[in-house]
Structure formats: C-alpha cells, structure tokens
C-alpha cells in the first residue's frame, strides 16, 4: 500500500522570492515533504492508496503502481520520483485568460489550429504553433512577463529534485483538440480543417515534461492526459477531490493547473468528445549529470521489440479476416510461408556432398510449423506485451534519474572552451 503523508508548510523548504509569485509558491511548498512506504508487485492498489491531496495547497501527487519484479536488487528503488505525476495550481486565472486569448489571436491570424503539424512532431503530428512563433506570447510569458521559465523550472525542481539550473526547453508549444463534431461541423461549412480530438500514446524525448491546462472546464468534455501505467486502477467514485478518470486518464479540476511527469511515461491526450481543449505544453530537458549513463538504451531496445511484436500481431490478424473471407471462415490460421529461401544455398547434390547435409535449407513452398506460431502469437498477445513494456519502464523509472550522493559535480569549465596543449577542445 501506497501512503502519502503531507506535513506542515514549515517542514518544508520555499522557493526564494525570485522564483515564484507568492500565491502558486505557497501552494507548491506546503504540499512538497512526502513520506512513502513500499507498496506489494501483485495486487493492484486502490485509487485512494495511490493518490494525495493537500486541501490547502490543491496539489494531487498519484504514484503509479509498481510492474517490475519484486524479487530483483532494485525493487526497494520503489518509488522514485519519477514514478509521481503532479497535478497543481501553476497560474492565476488572469494569466490563464490572458495567455488563452494571446494563444487564440496568434492560432486564428496564422491558421495554426487548422491542420496537423508533422514537420515539428514527426511521428506524432499535432495540432499546435511553438511559442517562439508568438512575439506577444513570449513576452508575456518571459522574464518580463510573468516569468513563467522560473516558475515552472521552480516546480519542476521542487518535485522531482533536479536543480533547475540544469533544465532547459526542448520544446514549448500551444497545442489544440478539437471534437470530432467541431471538425466536422466546419468541413461541412466550407473550410478545409484536419485537426485532431486525442493523441495516441507516445513517449516524449526529454526528461520532464508538463501540460497547463488553458481552457476553462465548460467549454469542453472529455480531454485530460492518459497514463497507460494508470489504466487498470478504479476511480473511487466517493473521492470528490480525485482527478484521476477511468482507463488512467488525470484531468486538472480547472484551468491554470499544470500537470507533470516524466516524459518517459507512456502517455497520449485522451479524446475530447465535445468542444474544444487548448493546453501549454513544454518538454524539458535536463542536463545528463542528473541521469544514469546507459540506463535509457535497454530501455528504449525492448520497447522497439514489443512495437515489432504489436506490428506482428496486427498483420497476422489482418491476414486471418482476409484468409477466413476468401474460405467462408473456416481456417482459424492464416498460413504462414517461409520467404527467406531465396538468400539461402539451394538443395543441390554439390551442395549435401560440401556440407555432409549438416545444414538444413528452406524452399519457397516451406509453410511456418504450427507450434512456432503459436510460440510467436503468445509472445504478441496484447496483454504480455503491456506487461514486458510496463514492466522495462518501470524499471528505467527507479533507475534513471541518479540521486543526488551519485551525481557529479558541476564545474566551472563545463560548456567552456579550454586551452589544451594542441589548441582548443569542449570539456
């Protein structure tokens, strides 16, 4: 069982007045001092046992539920901080109406809410414009404005304990969904619009990533952030401070709340069903003295397995409806044909009389044993590959992120060119 204990403001350490506004420093550092206790690998944990709630702070802190093995050396790294996705005030609601209009006037003048943008997000294309494409926007929010870098980079470092010098923006961007009514209510009208109401599941290419919610929650149904590691645990209904919905999907109770988390996370923007969702999205990157040397690459290697395996299981399923409507839906198995006999040596008698037959060889008409696939269909089955992909992800969770004993120290020669002997090298 997962138990988070919230303590009073005053064991916890504040911002410095440079870093946030009163009111959103508040809120953070009265809910910040946590205590845990390991939870069992087995049995699901309850929605109540998984999230906190300050009253005072309006801060949610879920902790996803553990899927690596109990039995190997890292389990009591359980859980980490990365292992936490934040939901919390960030913005007052005069900044979030301001930044919704700016957001707004930029996306109607230029049309950026009107098609899918894949030159910025190749393999997931979204409806978005970046921030820097916003003069308004950007003052509003820089150093100037209301210095929103500091105080999200604040919070950031607040929660997961990584110092925010060490941060920087991979991306910042005003993304857009739409529902499907919307969508299709304006085609109907003459334009010409191919937006998006969700985003499939993804995991994004920094460390830390945050959605700020902009729209208010009466302009829109559904929307909300899904977590695949979340989506077998039941809302308790009888929680009426919880946020998160059914299938793992955290909703902010109102507009100005950031959610945060590890873009490690499988996550994707669950499906707006009516209205119209604008949120503030930043990937942030983190500086690689804070992360553990070789941990993101077995990580990343398995997930591309299990992508091969979903690939594989839908071909094949493919293959059996069209296999079972050319033979009136009598095979239950698609057959599966060899086709790799062309790069190999031919059966010739020259051949058997080199090699003593000591190898086999396959021809073009050599059909896949039934036991091999059956071998491979258990190996794609949809549920043991969302076990081995939550599982290889938990495990980078505990893993990743160093604690701050075994990270090395920053020097002042870091980023510098230095003299060398041979001229100039980047230390």
């Given at each position: 069982m997962i138990v988070e204990t919230f303590f009073a403001n005053n064991h916890v350490k504040c911002l410095s007045n440079c870093l946030l506004s009163a009111s959103p420093r508040k809120m953070i550092s009265q809910a910040m001092t946590l205590h845990a206790t390991s939870t069992t690998h087995h049995a699901i944990p309850s929605a109540a046992t998984l999230i906190?709630?300050?009253?005072?702070?309006?801060?949610?802190?879920?902790?996803?539920?553990?899927?690596?093995?109990?039995?190997?050396q890292n389990y009591d790294a359980y859980p980490s901080p990365l292992h936490k996705v934040h939901v919390m005030p960030l913005l007052t609601d005069a900044e979030t109406d301001n930044l919704l209009q700016l957001a707004r006037t930029h996306a109607t003048e230029n049309k950026s809410w009107e098609q899918q943008d894949s030159s910025r997000h190749v393999s997931y294309?979204?409806?978005?414009?970046?921030?820097?494409?916003?003069?308004?926007?950007?003052h509003y929010l820089g150093a100037s404005g209301i210095g929103f870098e500091e105080r999200i980079f604040g919070a950031l470092s607040l929660v997961y304990d990584v110092d925010a010098e060490d941060m920087s923006?991979?991306?910042?961007?005003?993304?857009?969904?739409?529902?499907?009514?919307?969508?299709?209510?304006?085609?109907?009208?003459?334009?010409?619009?191919?937006?998006?109401?969700?985003?499939?599941?993804?995991?994004?290419?920094?460390?830390?990533?945050?959605?700020?919610?902009?729209?208010?929650?009466?302009?829109?149904?559904?929307?909300?952030?899904?977590?695949?590691?979340?989506?077998?645990?039941?809302?308790?209904?009888?929680?009426?401070?919880?946020?998160?919905?059914p299938s793992g999907v955290i909703q902010p109770p109102r507009a100005g709340y950031a959610v945060l988390?590890?873009?490690?996370?499988?996550?994707?923007?669950?499906?707006?069903?009516?209205?119209?969702?604008?949120?503030?999205?930043?990937?942030?990157?983190?500086?690689?003295?804070?992360?553990?040397?070789?941990?993101?690459?077995p990580a990343a290697k398995e997930w591309g397995r299990n992508d091969v395996r979903v690939f594989w299981n839908k071909r094949r399923h493919s293959l059996l409806e069209q296999q079972q409507r050319r033979n009136g839906g009598t095979r239950e198995q698609p057959e599966w044909k060899l086709m790799s006999g062309k790069y190999l040596s031919k059966d010739t008698e020259e051949r058997r009389l080199q090699t003593n037959k000591g190898r086999?060889?396959?021809?073009?008409?050599?059909?896949?044993?039934?036991?091999?696939?059956?071998?491979?269909?258990?190996?794609?089955?949809?549920?043991?590959?969302?076990?081995?992909?939550?599982?290889?992800?938990?495990?980078?969770?505990?893993e990743y992120l160093l604690p701050r004993n075994e990270r090395r120290e920053k020097t002042d020669k870091e980023g510098q060119f230095v003299e060398v002997m041979d001229g100039l090298m980047f230390e």
């Open positions: 906190a709630y300050n009253e005072e702070s309006k801060h949610h802190i879920v902790t996803l539920p553990p899927f690596f093995p109990s039995e190997d294309p979204t409806v978005d414009f970046a921030v820097d494409e916003c003069i308004e926007l950007s923006f991979l991306d910042l961007f005003c993304a857009s969904y739409e529902a499907k009514e919307c969508i299709d209510a304006s085609n109907e009208s003459g334009e010409d619009r191919n937006t998006m109401d969700h985003l499939d599941f993804h995991r994004d290419g920094s460390l830390l990533s945050f959605t700020v919610l902009l729209s208010p929650l009466d302009e829109f149904e559904g929307g909300g952030t899904i977590f695949d590691a979340l989506g077998d645990i039941v809302p308790d209904n009888h929680e009426t401070n919880s946020i998160l919905q988390h590890s873009g490690k996370l499988l996550h994707g923007g669950h499906m707006v069903t009516k209205g119209q969702r604008i949120v503030l999205v930043g990937f942030v990157d983190v500086h690689e003295r804070n992360m553990k040397s070789g941990a993101l690459g086999s060889y396959i021809d073009s008409n050599i059909t896949m044993p039934a036991n091999i696939v059956r071998n491979i269909e258990k190996r794609a089955g949809n549920a043991l590959i969302r076990k081995r992909r939550l599982a290889t992800e938990d495990k980078l969770l505990r």
